[in-house]
């Protein structure tokens, strides 16, 4: 059973910085595409970072380049999020989702999804 278990979300001031994680289980990284995915109120669930080690293939929304860095590790299984410079538009609930596609920007092509966390950022 695939299983993903998100935390690190909280309240942080503009400027400051947070790390997500996602505990993976019943797969591995080789098998599915791993992103992260955020939703604001009011608004589609959007691609922020995501990977696919099957091909090679990063991807970044250009609201967060140069900002966030996605990695994981593999004795963990487990995939971070380290988001830096946060600003009040980053303020959304994040996911963490995995699946089989190499459009690892769509949201719609994961299958398996975490409950999210709650990452607020304070002007």
């Known amino acids: 059973e695939v299983q993903l278990v998100e935390s690190g979300g909280g309240l942080v001031q503009a400027g400051g910085s947070l790390r997500l994680s996602c505990a993976a289980s019943?797969?591995?990284?080789?098998?599915?595409?791993i992103g992260w995915f955020r939703q604001a109120p009011g608004k589609e669930r959007e691609g922020v970072s995501c990977?696919?080690?099957?091909?090679?293939?990063?991807y970044y929304a250009d609201s967060v380049k140069g900002r966030f860095i996605i990695s994981s590790d593999n004795a963990k299984n487990t995939v971070y999020l380290q988001m830096n410079s946060l600003k009040p538009e980053d303020t959304a609930v994040y996911y963490c989702?995995?699946?089989?596609?190499?459009?690892?920007?769509?949201?719609?092509?994961?299958?398996?999804w975490g409950q999210g966390t709650q990452v607020t950022v304070s002007s």
């Open positions: 989702a995995a699946g089989a596609t190499s459009r690892i920007h769509v949201p719609r092509e994961y299958e398996y």
């Open positions: 019943g797969f591995t990284f080789d098998e599915y595409a």
């Open positions: 990977f696919s080690r099957s091909d090679g293939s990063t």
